[in-house]
């Protein structure tokens, strides 16, 4: 399904570039506002859009038990944290958050195990998903469009 760009946000807007990469599209924008342009209402606009994983490594047991002993670690230091808030002194508070953190590593450590072994080997690897595109378009407003143009003239890439 293909969606024109369309609506109040892309009215009255012009394109002044078409480039590879963010970085290329964002170098431009900063280049104009570094001349004094107003990016106010500047749009960069990926096109072409694509759903990109890239495998990281193979999830062991291992793994599973320590990211789910640091996800564990992390909420129970909180809710030590918390009950340390209506202790009577910081002394009294600390082994609070200390055996929060102890229980919640493990906690986290077993339901890691658990929920991985769960799985039956049908997912055994670790990703992270982006979106990428095509190109990257940058719109400013119509009436600004010239002045955007002839400061770009004088950009060194």
Known sequence: MSVAPSGPIMTHRE?????GSYEEAQ???????DHGFPV????????GLHSL???IARMTHLRAAGW???GGAWFGFLIG???AIFSTTVAAGLPLMLWGLLWGAVAGAVFGLIS???LRGQRDFVSESTLVADKYEVLVESEQAAKAHELLRGMTR
């Open 15 to 19: 394109p002044i570039g078409s480039y």
């Open 27 to 33: 170098k431009v924008v900063d280049y104009l506002s």
């Open 40 to 47: 106010g209402g500047t749009l960069i606009v990926g096109t």
């Open 53 to 55: 994983e890239r495998v």
């Open 68 to 70: 789910g002993a640091a």
């Open 81 to 83: 944290l918390f009950l």
């Open 116 to 118: 991985h072994a769960m």
